[in-house]
């Protein structure tokens, strides 16, 4: 059993992470553009299972002994598995690499779809840490978004969620249509009161193919201004500074020691495997970082799976090149920055000291010590534009 005990301190080590997407969803929120499905028969959750167990030993065929540093069971909605179907994916995850006591093991759960039994089966099949889909403390919101759960439902989620794992974490929508800064501080605030250690805060954005994107472009809603919706990240970097959950990343807020030891994998540009439909995966292979690509649509996949033994059909071997500007796009996230020296390794050559010159005359990028460069909280609101200005 992998996940029991008490978590592992955090390192700077970028790690090796596994992620494990499970598709299905019981409704498809109006602003998601994630790979997930909605069934209204039952999911062959045992068939599902059996398909992890073997992309995950292809992987393992792939990258070789690994230590795991952290397992992530994202979707879609995780929480809607059975326990014994994520006890059964652990339990490969372990059989193929070396997975320590204690390591993090994090599943995304909706509030509407918790119950109590469950959460103790997954606390029992390894889980220590859950990260939950609030989006919004108020129910009007809550509609509009098109979620499934009320706020008295997210409460008691979040206060069994405290009571049965080690770690909590929770995820809210801001810059909402006529969101004003004193109403989300209120609302930020109640939220920090019930968080145990950690708060995903995302602005809203609205992605191509979403029912949003076609409710917006038709002027059904309009959200905050440019101006407006860096008032609201200016506030919230406050807020959660003054509460003892600073910005860690970009949208990431934690209390010291309570960051997540799976994002930071990404962030950190380390290793992760990804498994199942749509999930994509970044390891070294003979000696070079190796994209992979799943097939989305959850039954293709599978009889993929079952046919020869994975369901991968795309992916790249990345150059040197964009190597470094990937490293760029996710460091940069980070409060911490990027270790200069790596990107010179991955890059073979400086950042250009003209162009650094110019980003922090501006106020975007500031150096930390001699060895590590940071994007400003001015520079973090136009990241892109700083990453590809530095990526020239």
Not at 315 to 335: I, S
Request: aromatic share 8%; hydrophobic share 40%.
């Amino acid at each position: 059993m992998i996940g029991t005990g008490q978590t592992m301190p955090l390192d700077r080590s970028p790690g090796f992470g596994v992620y494990i997407h499970w598709p299905f969803c019981a409704a498809k929120c109006p602003y998601c553009d994630f790979n997930s499905h909605v069934r209204h028969q039952p999911v062959d959750q045992e068939r599902f299972a059996r398909a992890f167990e073997t992309e995950l030993k292809t992987m393992r065929a792939r990258t070789g002994p690994r230590e795991v540093t952290s397992v992530f069971l994202g979707g879609g909605t995780p929480s809607l598995m059975k326990p014994e179907t994520v006890s059964a994916v652990l339990e490969a995850v372990a059989k193929n690499w070396t997975v320590p006591a204690g390591i993090e093991v994090t599943l995304e759960a909706n509030p509407s779809s918790v119950e109590a039994e469950r959460f103790r089966g997954y606390r029992a099949a390894g889980v220590n840490r859950v990260s939950l889909g609030v989006q919004a403390l108020n129910d009007k919101d809550l509609r509009f978004l098109g979620r499934l759960h009320n706020v008295e439902e997210a409460l008691q989620a979040i206060g069994l969620a405290r009571e049965i794992f080690p770690r909590l974490s929770f995820d809210l929508i801001y810059a909402r249509p006529g969101q004003m800064p004193e109403a989300w501080a209120l609302e930020l605030e109640e939220a920090i009161g019930h968080a145990a250690d950690h708060l995903s805060l995302y602005q809203l954005t609205i992605e191509e193919g979403t029912p949003f994107h076609a409710l917006h472009s038709a002027r059904k809603f309009v959200l905050p201004d440019n101006d407006h919706a860096a008032d609201l990240y200016a506030l919230t970097q406050e807020v959660t500074a003054a509460h003892g959950l600073p910005a860690y990343e970009i949208s990431n807020h934690a209390r010291p020691g309570a960051e997540s030891r799976h994002n930071l994998t990404y962030w950190r540009y380390g290793e992760y495997v990804g498994v199942g439909p749509g999930a994509h995966g970044r390891f070294v292979e003979n000696g070079r970082r190796t994209v992979t690509v799943a097939e989305k649509m959850p039954e293709t996949w599978a009889n993929l799976v079952e046919a020869r033994g994975h369901g991968v059909t795309g992916g790249e071997v990345l150059t040197r090149a964009e190597e470094a500007d990937e490293f760029l796009l996710m460091g940069l996230r980070l409060a911490e920055g990027i270790d200069l020296q790596r990107y010179e390794t991955l890059a073979g050559r400086s950042l250009a000291s003209d162009r650094l010159s110019v980003l922090q005359e501006e106020g975007l990028v500031a150096p930390v010590g001699n060895a590590r460069l940071r994007a400003t909280t001015a520079g973090m609101i136009v990241l892109d534009a700083v990453v590809a200005d530095l990526a020239r």
